[in-house]
């Protein structure tokens, strides 16, 4: 009886999958279910606000200036 090896897909020491899974992880306060489709998992992203956008731009500007 011949056994065939079938790859095991290990994606716990996966770089890029655990880089995913703490994004998804991060952000997932954001997502709203309309009360309608809550069991079915649609909705939308509720945005973050101006704070995350003003700390980007900051930092643009910062490697902007040391970069002149």
Do not use: C, Y
Not at 12 to 34: D, S, T, W
């Amino acid at each position: 009886m011949i056994r065939s090896r079938q790859p095991t897909l290990d994606f716990g020491h996966n770089p890029l999958i655990l880089r995913i899974v703490r994004e998804g992880i991060r952000i997932q306060h954001r997502f709203r279910a309309k009360p309608t489709l809550a069991r079915t998992g649609r909705g939308w992203l509720a945005s973050e606000g101006v704070v995350p956008l003003r700390r980007l731009k900051a930092q643009q500007r910062r490697r902007a200036a040391l970069g002149a």
